[in-house]
Structures are given as structure tokens and as C-alpha cells.
């Protein structure tokens, strides 16, 4: 019987299926900088918002902050659920 392993940390940086934007970075660095800049983009929206837009804009600018920094904490925690809400944001 095969018993087949988990790749350590080390094995994945260097595969280079697991890199993204012509082979300059992991995928896992890619998905943290896209949630990091859909985060700041989130609270700019929140802070305009709520300076002098809708009740109705800021709640859903505070959700999707929220949501945004679940993409974050997802891979620092190493809990891949945690992409799930920000996937579903992003379905159209």
C-alpha cells in the first residue's frame, strides 16, 4: 500500500504549477495581495460612505471589508473555508 504525503511548505514554493503572474509569485501570496488591495478598496468605500453616502452603502462596505479580510486570515490560519465567503462575494 501507497501511502501518499502532504508536500511540506518548501515543496510547494518550489513547484512552479503553484505559482501565478508568470511564475514572479505562489499562489498563495497572489490570493493574500488581492484580498489585502479589495480590503483597502472596501474601507475607502466605507469611510466615503459613511462620511456622506447611505446607511444602506456603508452596511454593505462594512460586509465586504469583512469579507475581504477572511482572504487574509484564511491563509495565515491555513483554514481554506475561510475563502468560501469571499468566493461568494464574488460571484455574478
Same mark, same amino acid.
Given at each position: 500500500?501507497?501511502? /501518499?504525503?502532504?508536500? #511540506?511548505? +518548501? +515543496? %510547494?514554493?518550489?513547484?512552479?504549477?503553484?505559482?501565478?503572474?508568470?511564475? &514572479? &509569485?505562489? $499562489?498563495? /501570496?497572489?490570493? $493574500? #495581495?488581492?484580498?489585502?488591495?479589495? +480590503? $483597502?478598496? +472596501?474601507?475607502? @468605500?466605507?469611510?466615503?460612505?459613511?462620511?456622506?453616502? @447611505?446607511?444602506?452603502?456603508?452596511?454593505?462596505?462594512?460586509? @465586504?471589508?469583512? %469579507?475581504?479580510? &477572511?482572504?487574509?486570515?484564511? /491563509?495565515? #490560519?491555513?483554514?481554506? @473555508?475561510?475563502?468560501?465567503?469571499?468566493?461568494?462575494?464574488? $460571484?455574478?
Amino acid at each position: 500500500m501507497i501511502h /501518499q504525503h502532504e508536500p #511540506t511548505e +518548501a +515543496a %510547494i514554493e518550489l513547484e512552479d504549477e503553484f505559482r501565478c503572474c508568470c511564475g &514572479c &509569485c505562489h $499562489v498563495e /501570496q497572489g490570493a $493574500v #495581495t488581492i484580498g489585502v488591495l479589495r +480590503a $483597502v478598496g +472596501a474601507a475607502v @468605500s466605507l469611510v466615503l460612505s459613511l462620511l456622506g453616502g @447611505s446607511p444602506l452603502f456603508a452596511a454593505i462596505s462594512g460586509i @465586504s471589508l469583512v %469579507i475581504c479580510l &477572511c482572504v487574509p486570515l484564511a /491563509q495565515w #490560519t491555513r483554514k481554506a @473555508s475561510l475563502h468560501i465567503p469571499f468566493l461568494l462575494l464574488n $460571484v455574478r
